[in-house]
């Protein structure tokens, strides 16, 4: 079975422009998570989609959107970005929103590590 | 809203010890789960251990145990017969019945031959 796969690894942008990065879940996973993580901040929570709706948003500007597709593939897009928007990009997998239904276990992709010079 | 603390930035130990990693936590809930991940110097996380709040049992698995003090709102990992393998960032996290994941800052454990 497949793990979480995200693209693009690794990209460099400048400040200003914006980014789209993908996510795909492991198959038959209908949750999709995604997180920041930096030196500073730790892992950060962006927000989270379920069955194409996005069911928790961290405390992230306007700048920082998502959204999920029919096959829960997920993306999520940046624009204007600012240099302290460098970052490794966690996306996460599960079978169901929460713990409610489920063990709660998020699956990780290996992430794509940002850079906005 | 759920915090996670970790209160070790960095531990060290030597292969085969003993070494245990704290984590404490806030809440109001009362149903949840706790995770232990660990982060490799490769990137990719991967799930530990797994505690319910409602079980008074401590998980374990292998080499990996936790001690759940669920009133002192108390979540530590014990890692025994410690393995160079093992060395990487360890994530404390909580996870309310519907909720988000809520992570610590993360221990960095090293381990020595």
């Known amino acids: 079975k497949a793990g979480v796969t995200q693209t693009p690894r690794y990209l460099i942008k400048t400040r200003g422009q914006q980014v789209t990065l993908s996510c795909s879940p492991i198959s038959g996973h209908r949750s999709v998570s995604w997180y920041q993580q930096t030196p500073g901040q730790g892992l950060q929570f962006l927000f989270e989609y379920f069955s194409e709706t996005q069911r928790n948003k961290g405390n992230f500007p306007g700048r920082f959107s998502g959204r999920q597709f029919s096959n829960s593939r997920s993306e999520m897009n940046v624009s204007t970005l600012e240099l302290g928007d460098s970052a490794l990009y966690l996306c996460?997998?599960?079978?169901?929103?929460?713990?409610?239904?489920?063990?709660?276990?998020?699956?990780f992709g290996e992430g794509s590590r940002l850079t906005v010079l | 809203a759920q915090t996670v603390t970790q209160s070790q930035p960095e531990m060290s130990v030597q292969e085969a010890e003993t070494v245990t990693l704290s984590c404490t936590y806030d809440?109001?809930?009362?149903?949840?789960?706790l995770f232990w991940y660990k982060q490799p110097p490769s990137r990719q996380m991967i799930l530990v251990i797994r505690?319910?709040?409602?079980?008074?049992q401590n998980a374990t698995e292998n080499r990996f145990s936790v001690n759940f003090q669920k009133a002192a709102k108390s979540f530590s990992l014990k890692i025994s017969d410690s393995q160079l393998g093992d060395t990487a960032m360890y994530f404390c996290a909580f996870m309310p019945q519907e909720g988000k994941l809520t992570f610590g800052q993360g221990t960095i454990l090293t381990v020595h031959p």
């Open positions: 505690q319910e709040a409602y079980k008074q």
């Open positions: 996460a997998s599960s079978l169901t929103h929460g713990s409610l239904y489920g063990t709660g276990e998020l699956f």
């Open positions: 809440t109001s809930e009362n149903n949840y789960y």
